[in-house]
Every structure is written in structure tokens, then in C-alpha cells.
């Protein structure tokens, strides 16, 4: 018989090392935040998506004023507040009436509301306050505008006058610039004071009209069909060249007269200059306040404080208090969601009247740097 070959016995398979149990990271939990920082937080928040709301609504109405879709906006007048600038043992007083920036006949308000520039609304309540308080006994004008619309200066001219009329006596300081309509309402003045650097003159006035004939024609392809009655029924327009005849027209129309009435006030507030010695003067050009002085356009060079002196002077006064004017607005007026908000002309106004005024030159008494 064959033998069978013994039977090795079976080795024993190493077993697999049992798997480690996963690490859990705990994360400590952070403190949980104070309710009132919590409430701060909110509040910060709050504040400023109602300070965003009420921004959008001011530029929402003030494009709506501009765009005609507000209807009639007619602006009442503001009440006016009387301050006092400088106290003294005396019921007397000298007002202070500022005439800052553009000359407007009407408030005009900025893009947030407010208003910029001096209207002549505004300067007339102030006279009006002016000449009803008794104890004003003199007042001192503080001119700091390069002028505005010829209209508007001259109206403001006229409401100043009715100061001295009533017996109380205008002194001018000029600021850094009282030049065209700012010259000529510091007229008024019976006494004027420039500073040093002072930009005074340009006499004169300006207007200009906008041709956007290559504009229509050209690039948008609009041409216009004109029916007039008349030969300068269109005179001038936005929309055609003009002939050198309908130049002149314009010139002499309104440039001309509005010119002499300038040198008329002139002539009138400078009593010391003869009108053949302004003339030369009043070409637009500008003077600084001492060529000012040598030319007899202004008295002499002086301070806001040395026009606070002169005033009493002139009203015998040996002390007095100063007072000044401002508007009382409220919040709502002034971020420009009131009814009685100054309309706004630092949005684009692209309504009907906006084209028409393309074609309305008006005169201005502005220096244009």
C-alpha cells in the first residue's frame, strides 16, 4: 500500500488589529452675546436704513419737483428767526443781513434740501424785521456773491433802499467776492468796506442761449418745423444759428437796457463818480479791494468788524447789540419732503419747461471765473 504524506497542520491567520474609534472634537460653545449688545446692534441698523429711507425719499421728491410730476409748487415764506450775534447793555441794535452766494428770486433748494444762494424773498423779510423793530438802528450788509440773475439783484436792490428810507443806514462789507449783481446791490450802502483780497466789479451783465441744432439734427435726427407770426417771434432759439440782424436785436434788446440800468445804480450809489468815469470801468473786468478803493468803487478797506463800528457811527451809537436773521425750517424742509421745500436745481430737469428755457436767455448779473 501507497503511504499518504502526513497532513501539515494549518497555521493560524493573524487577526486584524480592531479600528481605533473615531476623535470627536467638542468645540467649546462662545458665550452668548449680552442682550444689550444685541439690542445695540439692532438699533445701529435701524437707524440706518431710516436714515437711507428718508435720503431716498428727499432725491425721489426733489426729481418728481423737477420732472413737473409734483404739480404747482408754489413756495411760501419761511418764518424768520432773529439771533443774537452780539450782546450789550443797550436795547439798540445794529442788524446784520448776509447775502451769500447766487442771487435768486426765489429759495432754491440743494440736493438734500436746504437752500443755496440768498433769494430775494428772504432779504425782503429780513428788511421787513429790519424796519419794524425800533431798535434796529442801523444795519450792516455782508456781501459775499459774484451775483446772479439781473431781476433778481435789481428787486433785491430796491427792498435794500427802503432801509435808509426809513432811516436806517446800510453799511457794506464785502467778502471774498462781491462782483456784478454782488456790486450792485451792495449799492444800497452808504458807506462800503472791502478786505484786501476782496473780487469786486464786473459791472456788466450776461446772457447766453444753447444751440442744439447738430445735436437734434445731427445725432439724433430731429429737425423742427417753426410757425411764428412774426420775424423774431423765435428769437432766439435753441434750435437754429442766428442771423447777425436778430444779434443785434438781442443785444440791444436786452442787454443794452439792463447795462445802462446798471450804470444808473452805479451812478447813484457812488455819488463821487461821475458817469463818464464809470463807463471805463465797467467793461466786466474785476478789481482787488485796494484798486477797488483808488478807483472809487469802494471807500475804503476795512473788516466785518470795522463795518460793525462804522454802523454805529453813523446811527450815534457808542454801543449796541448785533443782531442777525435766519430761517426756521423744519426737518422735513429741510431734507426736501415738504410741500414747502426751495425746488431743487441740482437734478436734471428734462420736462417740457426745461427745453423751453433753451431757448429763454436770461439776463444775469454774474461773474463767471
Same mark, same amino acid.
Given at each position: 500500500m501507497?503511504?499518504m504524506?502526513p497532513i501539515?497542520?494549518?497555521q493560524?491567520q493573524p487577526q486584524?488589529?480592531?479600528? /481605533?474609534p473615531p476623535?470627536?472634537?467638542?468645540q467649546?460653545?462662545?458665550?452668548a #452675546?449680552?442682550?444689550?449688545?444685541? +439690542?445695540?446692534g439692532?438699533c445701529l441698523?435701524l437707524?440706518?436704513l431710516i436714515?437711507?429711507l428718508?435720503?431716498?425719499? /428727499?432725491l425721489?421728491?426733489?426729481? /418728481?419737483?423737477?420732472?413737473g410730476l ?6 411760501q415764506?419761511?418764518p424768520?428767526?432773529?439771533m443774537l450775534?452780539?450782546?450789550a447793555?443797550?436795547?439798540? /441794535?445794529?442788524? $446784520?443781513?448776509?447775502?451769500?452766494? =447766487? =442771487?435768486?428770486?426765489?429759495?432754491v433748494? %440743494?440736493?438734500?434740501g436746504?437752500?443755496? %444762494?440768498t ?7 429780513q428788511?421787513?424785521?429790519? *424796519?419794524?423793530? #425800533?431798535?434796529v438802528?442801523?444795519v450792516v450788509?455782508?456781501?459775499n456773491s459774484?451775483?446772479g440773475g439781473a431781476t433778481?439783484?435789481?428787486?433785491m436792490?430796491?427792498e435794500?433802499?427802503k432801509?435808509?428810507?426809513?432811516g436806517k ?5 464785502m467778502?471774498?467776492?462781491?462782483a456784478?449783481g454782488g456790486?450792485?446791490?451792495?449799492m444800497?450802502g452808504?458807506t !462800503?468796506?472791502?478786505q484786501?483780497?476782496? !473780487?469786486?466789479?464786473?459791472?456788466g451783465v =450776461? ?9 437734434m439734427?445731427?445725432k *439724433?435726427g430731429i429737425?423742427t418745423?417753426v ?5 423774431y417771434?423765435?428769437?432766439?432759439s435753441?434750435?437754429?444759428d442766428m ?5 443785434r436785436?438781442?443785444?440791444?434788446t436786452? !442787454?443794452g437796457p439792463f447795462?445802462e440800468r ?7 450809489g457812488?455819488p463821487?463818480?461821475?458817469r463818464e468815469? !464809470?463807463?471805463?470801468l465797467?467793461?466786466?473786468r474785476?478789481f482787488m479791494g485796494?484798486?477797488? $478803493? @483808488?478807483?472809487?468803487l469802494v @471807500?475804503?478797506?476795512?473788516?466785518y468788524?470795522?463795518?460793525? $463800528? #462804522?454802523?454805529? +457811527?453813523l446811527a450815534?451809537l457808542s454801543?449796541?447789540r448785533?443782531?442777525?436773521y435766519?430761517?426756521?425750517?423744519? $426737518?422735513l424742509e429741510m ?8 425746488r431743487s436745481?441740482?437734478v436734471?430737469n ?7 428755457s433753451l431757448?429763454?436767455p #436770461? ?5 463767471? *471765473?
Amino acid at each position: 500500500m501507497t503511504q499518504m504524506p502526513p497532513i501539515e497542520p494549518r497555521q493560524p491567520q493573524p487577526q486584524p488589529e480592531p479600528l /481605533a474609534p473615531p476623535r470627536v472634537q467638542i468645540q467649546p460653545i462662545p458665550p452668548a #452675546e449680552s442682550p444689550r449688545k444685541s +439690542r445695540g446692534g439692532l438699533c445701529l441698523l435701524l437707524l440706518i436704513l431710516i436714515g437711507s429711507l428718508l435720503v431716498n425719499m /428727499a432725491l425721489l421728491t426733489n426729481m /418728481a419737483r423737477n420732472a413737473g410730476l409734483g404739480g404747482s409748487q408754489m413756495v411760501q415764506p419761511m418764518p424768520l428767526k432773529s439771533m443774537l450775534l452780539e450782546d450789550a447793555d443797550t436795547d439798540d /441794535a445794529i442788524a $446784520v443781513i448776509r447775502i451769500d452766494g =447766487i =442771487i435768486t428770486e426765489r429759495p432754491v433748494g %440743494g440736493m438734500l434740501g436746504g437752500v443755496e %444762494g440768498t433769494d430775494y424773498e428772504f432779504v425782503k423779510q429780513q428788511v421787513a424785521a429790519a *424796519l419794524a423793530d #425800533e431798535n434796529v438802528r442801523g444795519v450792516v450788509l455782508e456781501v459775499n456773491s459774484p451775483g446772479g440773475g439781473a431781476t433778481a439783484s435789481d428787486m433785491m436792490l430796491e427792498e435794500l433802499k427802503k432801509l435808509p428810507a426809513g432811516g436806517k443806514k446800510i453799511v457794506v462789507h464785502m467778502g471774498s467776492v462781491a462782483a456784478s449783481g454782488g456790486y450792485y446791490v451792495s449799492m444800497s450802502g452808504e458807506t !462800503i468796506l472791502a478786505q484786501p483780497t476782496t !473780487i469786486t466789479g464786473s459791472i456788466g451783465v =450776461i446772457g447766453q442761449v444753447m444751440n442744439v441744432q447738430g445735436l437734434m439734427e445731427d445725432k *439724433l435726427g430731429i429737425k423742427t418745423t417753426v410757425f411764428k407770426s412774426g420775424a423774431y417771434k423765435d428769437v432766439p432759439s435753441a434750435f437754429r444759428d442766428m442771423s447777425e440782424e436778430e444779434f443785434r436785436y438781442v443785444q440791444d434788446t436786452l !442787454i443794452g437796457p439792463f447795462y445802462e440800468r446798471f450804470l444808473s445804480m452805479v451812478d447813484e450809489g457812488r455819488p463821487k463818480l461821475t458817469r463818464e468815469q !464809470i463807463r471805463p470801468l465797467a467793461d466786466g473786468r474785476v478789481f482787488m479791494g485796494q484798486v477797488a $478803493v @483808488d478807483n472809487g468803487l469802494v @471807500d475804503r478797506l476795512g473788516s466785518y468788524e470795522d463795518a460793525i $463800528v #462804522e454802523a454805529r +457811527r453813523l446811527a450815534g451809537l457808542s454801543q449796541s447789540r448785533v443782531i442777525g436773521y435766519s430761517r426756521q425750517m423744519t $426737518v422735513l424742509e429741510m431734507l426736501g419732503l415738504s410741500s414747502n421745500a426751495p425746488r431743487s436745481a441740482s437734478v436734471v430737469n428734462v420736462s417740457r419747461d426745461a427745453i423751453h428755457s433753451l431757448s429763454t436767455p #436770461e439776463v444775469l448779473m454774474l461773474w463767471q *471765473l
